[in-house]
């Protein structure tokens, strides 16, 4: 998911903004000018949390609940109450969705390339590639109270998920701390908690780096990107796997913006959305670039 330029309103002059690395991204938060105390606060709480989500939920961390529970596939083996409950909110957008968010395209995301953190990715140092590898078997995995079971060889990926999960926890955290509002923009994984003024969001064009597309006007819920246009190491190789495939998508989408109540929702709807395409606007509030320079969209654009 690539990064949403934040632009402050006139009716928000006074914010402040705080920024720093995590899940391989730069997170912001933007929050009202409040008293010391309470920024200084929701700003621990806040990197607290994606620093905890991201030992916990990394595939590649020797340490991360995540990859021992891959390690450990086709057999029973106990997990947090957090992990057990991203899964299962994973499973029912699996469900909802007809597979289209696939939770199992590890294999899948090595095979294509995808075989290690993005900053090696995008630098060329991946192994070779394979054949595409099936995804489809998130239905298979078994889970119960305080326990999992992964289908044998296979294993989990809960990416984009997993960084819009952690920012819909953060942006709570932060109002919690005593912010009157709260923004929290992981890579472009966008939650704003509390009633925050309206703000415009641009959505950059896909082909022209640092080049806006339109701009949204957004005061509560989430936004989050698909695109194949960012994250790629050669011609049609990136990271939005299809599931019906096992390989990179090559459907006629270069971006898709999505709105939804939660940041987690919004990653979701926006694979499905990209691998959907058109027919998309009928039932989200999204924008859809195509490859022929269209911005197709079912929400309010501000001018």
Known sequence: MERMEIVAMDERSAVVETTFRAMGTTVS???????????????????????????????????????????????????????????RFALTQADRTGGLFDPTMLDAMIAAGHDQDVGAVLAGERGALHPPRPCGRWSEIEVRRGSIRLPPDVGLDLGGVAKGWTADLAAAEAVRAGLAWALVDAGGDLRIAADAPPDRCAIEDPMIANEEAARLRIAAGALASSSTTRRTWGSGLHHVIDPRTGAPSSAPVLRATVWAPSCAEAEVLATWALLTGPRALDRLQCAIATPDGDLMVSFEVAA
């Open 29 to 87: 938060l933007v929050s009202a000018t409040a008293a010391e105390p309470a920024s200084r606060a929701a700003d621990e709480r806040v990197r607290a949390i994606f620093l905890r989500e991201e030992q916990r939920l990394s595939r590649l961390g020797d340490d991360s609940e995540l990859r021992r529970v891959n390690a450990s596939a086709g057999r029973w083996v106990p997990i947090s109450d957090d992990l057990e409950r991203l899964v």
